[in-house]
């Protein structure tokens, strides 16, 4: 295993000197633009970049040990100090040079990273990665017949929180024209199908990968028998999750690759996904991200981009206020460096990763593309900056479609959401207070001790299973890293804590979860039933539906659980009606999906839902979010199913003409699998 890791491999060398013209044209650029560095004759930039591209070249198997037992970041920032101290070596030793200090050096070393990036992006790299670009031009120069019998990989591609409509959109308006290719020329079929509440990333994916979402009643939610939130975001508490929902043969089981996502869908390898973070094992996930992150100059080039992402972030939020859009949230806070994150940093690491499997021959890859979903919940569903992320994705098919034509195997596409998305002014702006604020308010009781969860969470799950499979090896990092997995924060490395709020003594607990909200009383004895919330609380019910923004509530009786509007009652379990059904702007589905999820073992003991606008379809998220999904209402339920169009859906599987939740979709894509010979 050492012996092999520390070998010098062809990919190596050619590697280093693709890099070898840009970086001498940088240190030419950097001589002119620094008045501390002189490099005298033309031929020195030449020499010294021969100098680095020899020397990242023969750097890469130390660092490539180093990322098994200190963890990718450790191999990274040497890499790093590495590459400035054979610049500042070769520049103070090459002959008529003349530089003033390592002060110079440093600067050098930015300023080629920086010329790099345009050097190679004059050159024709898209906006993914130049590692990519990389793989691209090898793979055509390697390009061989698949072996006899080898069947075509699968390749599915998540873009989370697309919606039916805006897919539409983006293919007849050509903001997507890799998708709109594929589905003129006939050779997919785009579908919606029905994401059933919740409408959140952690019930579908479930859903999807492991083919279950029982005991999912939201994002996050709060379990008596544990005693706090349990937080699908958050590594230790997808772990749970996955415990639960997974018999070991996933969509993924069978050597399949999952990739930023929440759970791995029994996956054999699994990078950046929240169940598994940080895990140890092997070379671990150092290893694979070492090509992305150990190359000369591609931190310089990543902060650049993220540099810019964000300043792009704050321009855009002010042109929202200067312009008076609406409706719109205040985009501040953390938000613009998460948005550099997850469209910058994320989605390039995202295609490296992907392309590295291609190139690699998996035969299944599940990958989750979180840039639109981020931006959407910030921006609005359909804003321009959240349709730049989406043709940004777009722009990714295009190049992993490039990558499968030269492939070791040949290679299909699938493309889907977990669900998609709706808009509207949030709760606190209809009523002037949070829905914590509203439910004490008609508690009438002194000062409840509460347990409150309505801010954003969602972006930075991502983030936090990067950094956790990045430093989850060996070393004092790695176990900082499975400290904090195990810790207080439920796995969180950077982000808010709210995971590690605990239930214990509180008189209520209200959580946000797009515009589905949830309550739980945990001093009350559980099944606690309309009938208790009336004799303990009896201004409750009354006060909340009164509350501009709120349509219904669900609880359950002791004639099985009720949706509860302003004029009527829906008896669920027995499918009738009392005075107006308060579900009826919701849609046939509606009664069927709460049914379900109130009988969930986790559900709260009451469940709080927006309104839906009738003219503009707009909802009210309990998060102050202006983009939002969990609950009923607009998009959020119309998720994406791009498939092959010699892959048909199969007719038994539809309910009413349409997939019926992630459950369904898993099974259709398992039946594919089986057809195509990737699973026995």
């Known amino acids: 295993m050492i012996g092999r890791a520390a070998v010098l491999t062809h990919r190596d060398t050619r590697d280093a000197v693709l890099g070898l013209l840009p970086t001498a044209a940088a240190l030419t650029v950097a001589s002119w633009l620094l008045a501390g560095l002189d490099l005298g004759p033309w031929w020195v930039g030449f020499a010294v970049a021969v100098v680095v591209a020899v020397a990242d070249g023969l750097t890469r198997p130390v660092l490539r040990l180093l990322a098994r037992w200190c963890g990718a970041v450790a191999a990274m920032i040497l890499g790093v100090a590495t590459q400035v101290l054979i610049v500042g070596i070769a520049l103070t030793h090459a002959p008529q040079v003349r530089v003033d200090g390592w002060t110079t050096v440093l600067a050098t070393f930015g300023v080629v990273g920086v010329v790099s990036v345009v050097v190679t992006w004059m050159l024709g790299v898209n906006d993914s990665s130049y590692l990519v670009a990389d793989l691209l031009r090898r793979a055509r120069r390697q390009a061989t017949a698949p072996a006899p019998g080898t069947p075509a990989g699968l390749v599915v591609v998540q873009v989370d929180g697309l919606p039916y409509p805006l897919l539409r959109h983006g293919i007849t308006s050509g903001i997507l024209p890799t998708l709109s290719r594929w589905v003129r020329s006939g050779s997919h079929d785009a579908v919606a199908w029905w994401a059933r509440v919740p409408s959140t990333t952690p019930a579908s994916q479930a859903g999807l990968l492991h083919g279950t979402s029982d005991g999912i009643p939201a994002f996050r939610w709060y379990?008596?028998?544990?005693?706090?939130?349990?937080?699908?975001?958050?590594?230790?508490?997808?772990?749970?999750?996955?415990?639960?929902?997974?018999?070991?043969?996933?969509?993924?089981?069978?050597?399949?690759?999952?990739?930023?996502?929440?759970?791995?869908?029994?996956?054999?390898?699994?990078?950046?996904?929240?169940?598994?973070?940080?895990?140890?094992?092997?070379?671990?996930?150092?290893?694979?991200?070492?090509?992305?992150?150990?190359?000369?100059?591609?931190l310089v080039r990543s902060l650049v981009l993220t540099v810019g992402e964000i300043v792009k972030e704050i321009y855009q939020g002010r042109q929202q206020r200067m312009r008076g859009i609406e409706p719109r949230i205040h985009r501040h806070g953390s938000y613009p460096l998460l948005r550099g994150l997850t469209n910058v940093l994320l989605r390039d690491l995202n295609v490296a990763l992907v392309a590295e499997h291609m190139m690699r021959g998996a035969p299944v890859i599940f990958v989750d593309f979180v840039d639109y979903d981020e931006i959407a919940h910030h921006a609005g569903v359909a804003r321009p900056e959240s349709m730049d992320a989406l043709a940004g994705v777009d722009r990714v098919l295009g190049t992993l479609e490039q990558l499968a034509a030269a492939a070791p195997r040949a290679y299909r596409f699938v493309v889907l959401s977990d669900h998609g998305q709706s808009q509207g002014p949030t709760f606190r702006q209809l009523s002037g207070r949070t829905l914590e604020d509203a439910v004490r308010a008609h508690l009438k009781m002194?000062?409840?001790?509460?347990?409150?969860?309505?801010?954003?969470?969602?972006?930075?799950?991502?983030?936090?299973?990067?950094?956790?499979?990045?430093?989850?090896?060996?070393?004092?990092?790695?176990?900082?890293?499975?400290?904090?997995?195990?810790?207080?924060?439920?796995?969180?490395?950077?982000?808010?804590?709210?995971?590690?709020?605990?239930?214990?003594?509180?008189?209520?607990?209200?959580?946000?979860?797009?515009?589905?909200?949830?309550?739980?009383?945990?001093?009350?004895?559980?099944?606690?039933?309309?009938?208790?919330?009336?004799?303990?609380?009896?201004?409750?019910?009354?006060?909340?539906?009164?509350?501009?923004?709120?349509?219904?509530?669900?609880?359950?009786?002791?004639?099985?659980?009720?949706?509860?509007?302003?004029?009527?009652?829906?008896?669920?379990?027995?499918?009738?009606?009392?005075?107006?059904?308060?579900?009826?702007?919701?849609?046939?589905?509606?009664?069927?999906?709460?049914?379900?999820?109130?009988?969930?073992?986790?559900?709260?003991?009451?469940?709080?839902?927006?309104?839906?606008?009738?003219?503009?379809?707009?909802?009210?998220?309990?998060?102050?979010?202006?983009?939002?999904?969990?609950?009923?209402?607009?998009?959020?339920?119309?998720?994406?199913?791009?498939?092959?169009?010699?892959?048909?859906?199969?007719?038994?599987?539809?309910?009413?003409?349409?997939?019926?939740?992630?459950?369904?979709?898993?099974?259709?894509?398992?039946?594919?699998?089986?057809?195509?010979?990737?699973?026995?």
Not at 520 to 541: A, I, K, N, S, Y
Not at 628 to 642: E, K
Request: aromatic residues 6%; proline residues 8%.
């Open 223 to 298: 379990e008596r028998s544990l005693g706090r939130l349990v937080v699908a975001n958050r590594p230790a508490d997808a772990e749970l999750i996955e415990k639960r929902a997974s018999d070991g043969h996933g969509l993924l089981a069978g050597g399949g690759v999952s990739i930023s996502n929440m759970f791995s869908g029994d996956a054999a390898t699994a990078l950046m996904v929240m169940s598994r973070a940080g895990r140890r094992g092997g070379l671990g996930p150092g290893g694979d991200y070492l090509r992305f992150f150990a190359r000369p100059f591609i």
């Open 446 to 680: 002194p000062a409840p001790a509460t347990l409150t969860a309505t801010d954003d969470v969602e972006g930075w799950g991502p983030v936090n299973a990067l950094l956790a499979d990045l430093l989850g090896t060996g070393g004092p990092v790695g176990r900082w890293a499975r400290r904090r997995s195990t810790g207080p924060r439920g796995g969180m490395l950077v982000g808010p804590p709210d995971a590690a709020q605990s239930g214990s003594g509180k008189d209520l607990v209200v959580v946000g979860s797009g515009n589905l909200g949830l309550i739980w009383f945990p001093r009350l004895p559980e099944p606690v039933t309309l009938e208790d919330l009336q004799e303990h609380f009896p201004g409750l019910v009354p006060g909340l539906l009164s509350e501009p923004g709120i349509a219904f509530l669900v609880a359950g009786s002791a004639r099985g659980p009720l949706a509860i509007g302003p004029r009527g009652i829906h008896l669920l379990a027995e499918g009738t009606v009392q005075g107006e059904d308060p579900l009826a702007p919701f849609g046939r589905r509606a009664a069927g999906d709460l049914l379900r999820v109130a009988g969930m073992e986790n559900t709260p003991d009451l469940y709080v839902h927006s309104t839906l606008d009738p003219n503009t379809d707009e909802v009210h998220a309990f998060e102050e979010l202006v983009g939002c999904h969990g609950g009923l209402g607009g998009g959020q339920n119309q998720p994406i199913l791009v498939h092959p169009h010699d892959w048909p859906v199969d007719a038994d599987l539809l309910d009413d003409g349409e997939l019926y939740g992630a459950e369904a979709v898993h099974r259709q894509l398992v039946r594919w699998l089986e057809r195509a010979g990737l699973r026995g």
